[in-house]
């Protein structure tokens, strides 16, 4: 995932107005205007990295699992416990990805039906 980069800059610019419009023509004109410009100042003020949310299934462990960026960090029998730390991580509802399967309380009733589709 991207990382989000918030930059501080500040700028002076010229402008050319017509004679006599000054000040007025301040509250009218910007930076788009400018005939020349050039940067006084600039800072990143904050710098935030998104990780790349991936679901996988470990089929020797039995366990759904949450990897961000290729690592795993988190791993349950129940889906909907993974899809619940996904949300909690500030993860977004996909259709079709983030449906609930409501194996909170019994991960053996879906992990039967994963193992009777493997055996076929």
Do not use: C, Q
């Amino acid at each position: 995932m991207p990382e989000i980069i918030t930059v501080r800059e500040t700028i002076e610019y010229t402008i050319t107005v017509p004679t006599g419009s000054y000040p007025m023509a301040l509250e009218e004109v910007s930076y788009l205007d400018a005939t020349s410009s050039r940067t006084l100042l600039k800072d990143v003020v904050s710098k935030v990295h998104e990780p790349a949310y991936v679901f996988d299934l470990d089929m020797e462990r039995e366990v759904f699992t949450l990897l961000a960026d290729g690592v795993e960090v988190f791993a349950s029998r129940s889906h909907d416990a993974r899809l619940d730390h996904y949300l909690s991580l500030g993860g977004e509802h996909v259709p079709g990805w983030t449906e609930r399967y409501d194996d909170l309380e019994n991960t053996d009733r879906v992990w039967g039906k994963i193992k009777g589709r493997e055996a076929k």
